[in-house]
């Protein structure tokens, strides 16, 4: 409950400062929702020369990347951790952390948060609803709770996967530039699954499962069918990989020694 009060009130006060500059803080969400439309005009092109794309019609691949981006958009409120290696570990940040009586990750987490970020689930949203009128989708009560739960799940799967990435810091002295690269790939979990090589298909699904973040959850709500025991598999992915990213991120501090100057 401590660390419950803490959260809290850093975000409080998160709000207070940013809605001080209104200005900005639009400027950050108008830039973020161009970026999307310009990857939705990218779809709009593929579908203007097929009506299919691997048996997934122009707006179930619309719905699927109108989810995708709920997940993401918690992910990147909660656990921008981009820049880790430069700021903690190479200008010494790290120090400062640990010299507090709170867990470090937390501590980073709350320092990190950009809860704007939040505001990019809304063309999400916008798609999704778009995409499910048009083709017909019926939901049930419960489901909002289920889609709740998956876009948790996917947004665990994206923390624990940069989480253990950031690790790599603890290890290793010099700078590293996985985490762009990484940024790339998960772009993959947009789209269907099943349109990629199977060697793909089972390191989005087994090794760096982005699948669990787009394709996976939104075929639940999509009615198909052969894809529920996937859909369902999503918070358990989150957990397990957001587990594993807390247990290298303590090995990772306990090794740490600092910057040494």
Partial sequence: MFYV?????????YMKTKLQYRADLFVEWLSDFMAQAVNLVFLLVVFGHTTLLHGWSRDEILFIYGFFLVPYAVFGAFFNLWDFNERYIVQGEMDRVLTRPLNSLFQIVLERMELESLLGAIPGLIVMAYA????????????AFIFLLFVIGGALIY??????????????????????????ISSYGRYPIDIYHRVIRYILTWVLPFAFVGVYPASYFLHKQEWYGYAFLTPVVGLVFFAIAVMLWNAGVRRYRGTGS
Avoid: K
């Avoid at 959260?7 to 006060?13: L, S």
């Avoid at 499910?132 to 489901?143: K, N, P």
């Avoid at 923390?159 to 940024?183: E, Q, V």
């Fill in 132 to 143: 499910g009128a048009r083709l017909s989708l019926t939901f049930h009560w419960y489901d």
């Fill in 5 to 13: 009060s803490v959260f809290f009130q850093y975000m409080a006060q």
């Fill in 159 to 184: 923390a624990g996967i940069f989480i253990s990435l950031a690790t790599i810091s603890f290890f290793a002295d010099a700078r590293t530039s996985i985490m762009p690269m990484m940024y790339n």
